[in-house]
Each structure stands twice: as C-alpha cells, then as structure tokens.
C-alpha cells in the first residue's frame, strides 16, 4: 500500500476548485496532520483518499497500485452510532469481512477494553457522551487493524479531558503500525500528536514537512499566518 | 325502526354476549390481514430500502410509480389476482379463488406499495446520514440494506401499522377473490358490507367497533414500543 504517491490530484465540482493540483508522498507510518483554515480542502482530500469521492483529475498510486479493496478506515467528525448496543455498533465494522457474529463480539470486546468502554459495553451507543462516541468511533476502525487510517476532526466539539483520550488512543493506533493522517485545527494538539503536518489552503498543499520545522520555520506565508493565528485573507481588506 | 342508541345497544350485546358469528369474523380478518401484513413487511420494507439505497438506471421512476401505487384501488388489485386465480388464469389450477389465500394474496399485493414508499423515505433519511461510514467499512449493497432496516426499525413500525390499517380497512379485493362467503371467507368490512345492506346494522354496528378497537389497540402497543425504543436506543 506504501508509499501513496499522489499526483496533480484534482476535484473540481461545476468547475469549482475544491482540491487543485495536489501532490504528495505518504510514507508507511507516522501521524500526518492536515492543517489549513476552513475551506482549504482537508476533508475532501481524505475522503478523496478513502474512496468516497472520484476525483476528476490526477493520479494515486498505492504502492505500485491501485487503492486496496480493505485497509483504509476513516472517523468522521460525527460518527455514526446505529440504534444498538455499543459492543454491535464496534462489531460492525467486521460484518462486511464475513467474521461469525461469536468471534466478532469478542474481537470487538477486546478493543473496547483498550479505549476504555468495557464497562459500557451493553448501554445504547446513542447514549455515550461526545467523547465516548469518538472513542467508540476509533475502537470501530481500530478493530479491523486497518493501514491507514484518516481521521477527519475527530476531536472537534470535544472538552480537553475527552481530546486527550482520544490522543492516547490515537497514539496506541499508531503504536499498532497503523498510518494515521489526521485533519485538525488544534494546533495544540498538532505539536502534541504529528510527526509531519500537511499545510492546506484554497485546494492545494502550500506545504508538507515535519511537524518541527513547521511550527519553528514555515516555509510559505500563509502558513505562517495561518500558525500566528492570522488568516491570510484579512490581508486583503 | 330501529333509533341509533338501540341498533348500538344491540351491537354492544352482540360483543358482550361474544357471539360466535362475531368471533369467529374477527378471527378470519385477523389473519387474512394479519397475514397479509406479514408477507408486506418481507416483501415491502426490503423493496423501500433498495430503492433508498440501490443507484441505478429508472431509479427515479419506479420510486415515483411506488409512490402512486400507495393510491392503489383495492377493486383493481381484487380483479387482477381474480383474473390470476379464477380457472382461466395462470393460477387457476391451485384452486385459490374463494379461498382464505386468495384473500391474503391480493392484500399483500395492496399494502407492499404503501409499507415499500414509506420504508424508502425512512432508510433513505438513515442512508444519507451513515452512507459513507458503511461504505468506508466496504458494507455491500445488501449489507446496508439489512443494516438499515434493522436500525430504522422502530420508525418502519409506522409502515407496518399503515399496512395494516389498509389491509383490515379495505373491502374491494376481499370481496371480489374471497367472495364473501359465510363461515369460509366473510371478513370484518365484507360482513359489515353484507349487513348493512340486509339491514341487520347492530352486526355491522359491532363489527365496525371490533374493528375500530383491534386498529387502536395496534396502534397504541405499536406507540408504546417505538416510545420504550426511543429511550432505550435513542
């Protein structure tokens, strides 16, 4: 699957440029975080990647082919929590891998334990509190022990003390040899979490280096705007 | 003549005496209808949720005549499967006609419209909010279908109730392939029909409130458990 090498990646709805000519090269482990202001096209490139949206330009190839058919999980800002018991919502994502209902229960029991929802194992996914989904969310994709794995904002909405459980699980992932990219805009959170950041604005990637340099020595201008907490279009009024 | 109040004193003796002829009415409708409703769940609330979640050429189309099918006359359905199961009709040979089956086939034929437009609205809510997390997990087709409907399960109670407030309120089809025989296939609206024309309305009168009570007390249990749902899954 490694190295993802992304060429002049294009998506352009009614000619609107919403990813504009993207390259990059993603490596087989680390966490990539996706920073750029709102708009900038970090949610449409992961899902780009994960397959959800056909791009209308551009290459990507998966370490010598094409996208595989398992091994690529997303988290969405709001997760999905089906009218069920939280263990099903986990064993779920071992349905479609035709895994026996038995061994899918257990599987999912075992990632539960590691995220800390054991206990709630039999209470109504709907009822969890916003981290406790996030984390099932996570669970949910850990347990298919995917290699990349694409995190869109999943601590968005969340107060510090469920964030940083959810970093903790996050960083087990990525313990577990899975590839994490990652979309935020914490960048507390970014310093914390990122081995390398992915700088985005208006579709295209102003810049890609590790997460130190970024933060010490932005290469672009918007970046650096972008770090100070300055948004590069106020410069035009 | 008999006055209002007592053609209702007479039903409401008829009930309480539990006349046999009363009972035994109920019954029948309770399981042509029932059964009727049954064979619409299976069939219906599947077709809904591959239409809310199928992409593929005419999709728009059969959803619109899906939806026009809800209006279905129960006459035109009853003289259908009547051309179907008389002796000249491909089924013939099964002997169906004026049968309990007959009864049952051409109500499921009436309510698998309604249950299969209201189950695509339901799942296609629920499908556009989980599409891309069940197609992250490479959910199939089918897949989703089931999980859908297993999810929405408690909103679909709503169909079901609606097929089977059709099913046990129409009289066309019923009377036209079961053909209102005493004993053998008089239903609930085909009796109350029948009596009210020979002019014994205290039967009809206590038909009709049996049938009022059966629809409430189904629509009430069925209330109850979407709300005891509600709280308990959210």
Sequence with gaps: ?237 | MPTLSSTFAEAFVLLLAFDERVAEIVWLSLKVSGGAVVLGTLIGLPIGACLAIGRFPGKTTLTVVMNGLMGLPSVVVGVVVYLMLSRSGPFGGFGLLYTPTAMIIAQTLLVIPLMAAIARQVVDDAWQRYAEELQVMRFSWWQSVTTLLHDCRHSLMVAVLAGLGRAMSEVGAVMIVGGNIDRATRVMTTAIALETSKGDLPLAIALGLVLILVILVLNAVAFAMRGWAMRRYG
């Design chain 1, 1 to 237: 699957m490694f190295p993802i090498r992304v060429r002049d990646l294009r998506f352009q709805p009614n000619g609107r440029p919403v990813l504009d000519g993207i390259d990059l090269d993603i490596a087989d482990e680390g966490i990539t975080l996706v920073l750029g202001p709102n708009g900038a096209g970090k949610s449409v490139l992961l899902r780009t990647l994960c397959g959800l949206i056909a791009p209308t330009g551009g290459t990507m190839d998966w370490g010598g082919g094409a996208r595989p058919e398992r091994g690529v999980m997303m988290v969405f800002q709001h997760p999905m929590m089906l009218r069920s018991s939280v263990l099903d919502n986990v064993a779920l994502a071992l349905k479609p891998q035709g895994v026996a209902r038995q061994q899918r229960h257990l599987r999912a029991m075992t990632i539960l334990e590691r995220v800390g929802l054991a206990h709630r194992s039999t209470d109504s996914a709907r009822q969890l509190s916003g981290g406790e989904q996030q984390r099932l969310a996570l669970a949910r994709a850990w347990l298919t022990r995917p290699k990349l794995l694409l995190l869109d904002e999943p601590t968005a909405s969340l107060d510090p003390s469920a964030t940083a459980e959810v970093e903790r699980i996050v960083r087990e992932i990525r313990t577990d040899g899975t590839r994490i990219l990652m979309t935020t805009h914490n960048l507390g959170q970014a310093t914390r979490l990122g081995d390398d950041v992915i700088f985005m604005s208006a579709g295209k990637v102003r810049e890609h280096s590790p997460l130190q340099r970024f933060f010490a020595r932005p290469s672009s201008e918007e970046a650096r705007l972008f770090i100070q907490g300055e948004l590069p279009w106020r410069l035009n009024f």
